[in-house]
T-cell receptor, first 114, second 114 residues
Framework: EPEVTQTPSHQVTQMGQEVILRCVPI?????FYWYRQILGQKVEFLVS????????KSEIFDDQFSVERPDGSNFTLKIRSTKLEDSAMYFC????????????FGSGTRLTVV | ELKVEQNPLFLSMQEGKNYTIYCNYS?????LYWYRQDPGKSLESLFV?????AVKQEGRLMASLDTKARLSTLHITAAVHDLSATYFC??????????????FGTGTRLKVLA
């Protein structure tokens, strides 16, 4: 069964450093998403991406965040200057079409900012 | 703003017992999703409910959707320890650009005691 692949699985970074979280969505999917989950809390929408541009972003997705699809296969989330409160599990997801019956989520990247 | 609430937040139950988790949402949606999450893991799709009155069953779990009441239920029959996990419902919502995003519920942490 096709999978959404995320790397790394765990990243520890110092406050103020830049991090890039990587995702390889399912190849025929057109819609891409990032969500995050602070430990023990619910899953929150960050950003959606379609047709090589951001479709929607949440209030969490401020100027410190950016997304890219640099080469047609990878989908990245960059945090320019990490803060302690960015520590969370970040999930990438993709879907073939909207109202399609659901996303496929990746296995997640646990980001720890120290 | 769409709000999705689950009840209960925590559930401890004996093996062999039945129980229901409730998911209420505040504005109209025809589609609702249930996910399972094991500690530190990703989100595993359980059910996709795409219309009013939809009912789906997989093993000891059965999910239903009442769009008029804005309510979905996840019923557990004869619980076993392997069902211990956190269960999330999610409702999708059109954003300003027309693309959809999930709004997740608060999650129900289920612990099945032997």
């Amino acid at each position: 069964e096709p999978e959404v692949t995320q790397t790394p699985s765990h990243q520890v970074t110092q406050m103020g450093q830049e991090v890039i979280l990587r995702c390889v969505p399912i190849s025929n999917h057109l819609y891409f998403y990032w969500y995050r989950q602070i430990l023990g809390q619910k899953v929150e929408f960050l950003v959606s991406f379609y047709n090589n541009e951001i479709s929607e972003k949440s209030e969490i997705f401020d100027d410190q965040f950016s997304v890219e699809r640099p080469d047609g296969s990878n989908f990245t989330l960059k945090i320019r200057s990490t803060k302690l409160e960015d520590s969370a599990m970040y999930f990438c997801a993709s879907s073939e079409r909207q109202k399609s019956g659901g996303y496929t989520f990746g296995s997640g990247t646990r980001l720890t900012v120290v | 703003e769409l709000k999705v609430e689950q009840n209960p937040l925590f559930l401890s139950m004996q093996e062999g017992k039945n129980y229901t988790i409730y998911c209420n949402y505040s504005t109209t949606s025809d589609r609702l999703y249930w996910y399972r999450q094991d500690p530190g893991k990703s989100l595993e799709s359980l059910f996709v409910l795409l219309s009013n009155g939809a009912v789906k069953q997989e093993g000891r779990l059965m999910a239903s959707l009442d769009t008029k009441a804005r309510l979905s239920t996840l019923h557990i029959t004869a619980a076993v320890h392997d069902l211990s996990a956190t269960y999330f419902c999610a409702v999708d919502r059109a954003g300003s650009s027309g693309t959809y995003k999930y709004i997740f519920g608060t999650g129900t942490r289920l612990k099945v005691l032997a």
